[in-house]
């Protein structure tokens, strides 16, 4: 049984090995490289323009690859915002958190992040009191349009972004941006609890839909990842090879260097042709 079989036999949700083609060229430089990575503060119509209009995602796949956010964080040094899109645990997992935290963490503008008047983001506000410091959670413009209608983006929205979630209980509810118990009681309801939507961010983001699909279905959101990662590693060449061409020792060592060459030092990858993490 050579390389190959082998993988093909554990392979589970995702299959990387058996669709990754290495073979791309490596350049020193690339000239304008960085503006084809999404500018966050123009929302979806940079999810559009550079995953679906430049590399030829679907919706569903621009979608499902932006869940690359589950991993790292942002920092000020690098891109000016500062934060994790999820927890610290969930953080160095490859799941579908980011997708969770979307939908069942409330989310507030945080204008001008560091005293920079020209960075904006969400922070997380609720359930339960505000990270902050090394802990701070936040998205940015292009996460949070995925599931909420925000026009004019961190900069200029005040409403909060949160879905109406319930919490153990079928009526426990937890005012997510404000974080005040809902009803008289400052303890849970046993009971419907009333709540305003007043304030809140439009839920009719422009992929809402996927997005709870994902939140719901990790599988989902893998098989999804798949078809648009292999799309994003393969896109601009015509003449990259599989692994299971060959398993030797000699092809093992040009799909490693392959496989970390930056996508950006392709001379040959059309503008938009490269994955998240753009921070």
């Given at each position: 049984?050579?390389?190959?079989?082998?993988?093909?036999?554990?392979?589970?949700?995702?299959?990387?090995?058996?669709?990754?083609?290495?073979?791309?060229?490596?350049?020193?430089?690339?000239?304008?490289?960085?503006?084809?990575?999404?500018?966050?503060?123009?929302?979806?119509?940079?999810?559009?323009?550079?995953?679906?209009?430049?590399?030829?995602?679907?919706?569903?796949?621009?979608?499902?690859?932006m869940g690359v956010h589950t991993l790292g964080q942002a920092k000020t040094k690098n891109s000016g915002h500062a934060g994790r899109w999820s927890d610290a645990k969930n953080t160095r997992k490859f799941n579908n958190n980011y997708y969770n935290s979307l939908l069942k963490k409330g989310w507030r503008p945080m204008k001008e992040v560091c005293g920079n008047k020209l960075k904006h983001q969400w922070a997380r506000q609720g359930p339960g009191p505000m990270p902050s410091g090394s802990k701070t959670e936040m998205m940015l413009d292009t996460d949070i349009c995925l599931a909420y209608n925000i026009p004019k983006g961190a900069r200029g929205e005040i409403c909060c972004a949160w879905q109406d979630q319930t919490l153990g209980n079928k009526w426990e509810r937890w005012e997510m941006c404000g974080g005040k118990w809902q009803g008289k009681s400052k303890k849970w309801r046993t009971g419907?609890?009333?709540?305003?939507?007043?304030?809140?961010?439009s839920r009719k983001g422009f992929a809402a839909k996927d997005v709870k699909t994902f939140a719901k279905s990790e599988s989902k959101w893998l098989q999804e990842f798949q078809k648009a990662w292999t799309i994003a590693t393969s896109n601009g060449f015509s003449d990259l090879k599989y692994l299971n061409e060959s398993c030797s020792s000699e092809s093992h060592a040009?799909?490693?260097?392959?496989?970390?060459?930056?996508?950006?030092?392709?001379?040959?990858?059309?503008?938009?042709?490269y994955p998240s993490g753009y921070s």
């Open positions: 049984m050579n390389c190959y079989q082998q993988h093909k036999k554990q392979k589970k949700n995702l299959d990387f090995i058996t669709h990754f083609q290495w073979g791309r060229t490596t350049a020193e430089k690339c000239e304008g490289a960085a503006y084809r990575l999404p500018n966050s503060a123009d929302g979806c119509e940079a999810v559009k323009n550079v995953f679906m209009d430049a590399m030829g995602l679907t919706k569903k796949q621009a979608t499902a690859l419907p609890a009333k709540r305003t939507k007043k304030g809140d961010c040009q799909a490693a260097e392959a496989a970390v060459t930056p996508e950006a030092s392709s001379p040959n990858a059309p503008k938009g042709a």
